[in-house]
């Protein structure tokens, strides 16, 4: 699945983790894909968190400011868990279904070896 392709499948559900630990290197290109998913979440009025990013991954996304679209999460259970403490009580207890998983694959540097995680509503 190409990184365009998580909008398509972030349709399924209205939140939506990225995790970032398994990407070395993000390219403009990486970094666009990122913006458009923010732009097409916050239009289609869906969340989106960011889990795990190493340091460099971290800086970057600090320095392009887009920890000030997504919110960052140092590990994808912080960032699943984040979403559960924003559900009311009664839909905390229909969160509990398994998140599906969607591996995003690229050929270049540009969001290679992420894991796109829908959670459950």
Same mark, same amino acid.
């Given at each position: 699945?190409?990184?365009? /392709?998580?909008? %398509?499948?972030?349709? #399924? ?6 995790? +970032?630990?398994?990407? /070395? ?19 289609? #009025? ?12 971290? #800086?970057? +996304? /600090?320095? *392009? ?5 997504? %919110? ?7 960032? *699943?868990?984040?979403?559960?403490? #924003?559900? *009311? ?15 995003? /694959? ?16």
């Amino acid at each position: 699945m190409r990184p365009g /392709e998580i909008a %398509e499948h972030a349709a #399924q559900t209205r939140r939506v983790v990225i995790d +970032l630990s398994g990407v /070395e290197m993000i390219d403009a290109a990486g970094l666009g894909a990122l913006i458009s998913v923010a732009l097409t979440a916050q239009a289609s #009025q869906r969340s989106v968190k960011l889990a795990a990013p190493g340091n460099l991954i971290r #800086q970057l +996304l /600090e320095l *392009t400011k887009l920890t000030s679209v997504f %919110e960052v999460h140092p590990t994808l259970d912080a960032a *699943t868990v984040a979403f559960h403490a #924003q559900a *009311t009580p009664a839909i905390a207890h229909q969160n509990d279904a398994p998140a599906s998983h969607a591996a995003i /694959e690229d050929s270049r540097h540009t969001a290679a070896n992420v894991t796109c995680m829908m959670v459950p509503r």
